[in-house]
């Protein structure tokens, strides 16, 4: 029965290899067209994530539909809300400012950028610090607006999966149609050879 | 349109369109949650590689910290399945590059900003990425991307808030 919980060296290796060679090709090593998701000149960025939901979210909804897949054996993040908008504003910030997120930078360092060693660098830094304050104020803080009748919108919010689903897709179709005006209106998506050239 | 690469004589190739690249991420991700039952990601192997690190330099303040304790109670997590996953996404993404001509050394973002301050800036978002992360439980990849696949709540008030952020501050600080 599915999932099979692998956790070795191997079923790592092979999820993250696959996950980096789609990365790098996405062009999600260069910080300059990640970034340029934010200028509002290349959506590129939210046009692979929401492809990627849907077309994962879809996947295990079927798998479960024709019974391949119990429900509830997949890992859902644990529905706290404070912790999640605070972690989302500094995540935003830092993407920003140092030009990748974490899986990015990793992408970035094995493309020959030295700015994403630098990252990764402050990662582990950032890492430590909040391990070091990490205590019972921290805890609290971050289990404030904790939605306790369950994680997902259809035990939190009664919202049947089918209409999750379909709001995803409309979602996604409104990326895409969003995306593609404003790459329009402006220098349009980041080519490789710029990307390769460096920002400037 | 290809120009030669810096690094050699390999012409750069174009990114795969982003309807593709979503759509095979979309099924890596997929098969990802078939054989763990967890999505990918990579802010957590950070906070493996620090507890590892804590552990053989620090053993005694690292089991004693809240947050690091429970992740030394077995043992060692360098070595587990998110450290392996980060290490693969390294070579995968090192493999793409260098058959795609797209493997440069640089300093990206040193011809835009100058090379001093984008040091500062990639110091700089790391740590706030970093800090980030382990409030929000996960990055980009953990939380937003595989937490939304999972339809979780919290993936997509991460990722509102990321994306507000990230549009305020871009207009304000030049990351690259």
Known sequence: ?200 | MSVSSPTGDRPVKAFWPPMAAGAALGLALLFTFLITGHGLGASGAATDVIAGTGLAVAPAATQANLYLGPKVADGNPIGSWMTWEVLGLFIGALLAAFMAGRFRVQLDGARSVGTSSRIVRALAGGVLAGFGARVAGGCTSGLGLSGAAALGVAAFVFLALFFATGLITSRIVRGV
């Open chain 1, 1 to 200: 029965m599915l999932p099979l919980h692998t956790t070795g060296a191997l079923s790592g290796l092979a999820c993250g290899f696959l996950f980096g060679y789609i990365l790098e090709n996405a062009g999600f090593g260069s910080p300059q067209k990640l970034t340029a998701q934010f200028k509002l000149t290349d959506w590129s960025v939210f046009k692979v994530m929401f492809t990627a939901i849907v077309v994962a979210a879809l996947g295990l909804w079927l798998l479960r539909l024709v019974g391949l897949m119990p429900p509830d054996s997949i890992a859902v993040p644990q529905a706290l809300v404070m912790a999640s908008a605070v972690g989302g504003v500094l995540v935003g910030a830092g993407f920003a400012i140092g030009g990748y997120c974490p899986g990015t930078s990793v992408a970035g360092l094995a493309s020959g950028r030295l700015d994403a060693l630098v990252f990764i660098v402050g990662l582990l830094v950032g890492t430590f610090a909040f391990v070091g304050l990490y205590g019972p104020t921290v805890r609290s803080v971050m289990a404030l607006g904790m939605i306790a009748e369950g994680d997902t919108f259809t035990d939190a919010y009664g919202v049947a999966e089918p209409v999750v689903l379909a709001a995803l897709v409309v979602m996604l179709v409104a990326v895409f149609f969003a995306g593609s005006w404003f790459e329009r209106r402006g220098p349009g998506p980041v080519s490789a050879e710029q990307a390769v050239a460096g920002a400037e």
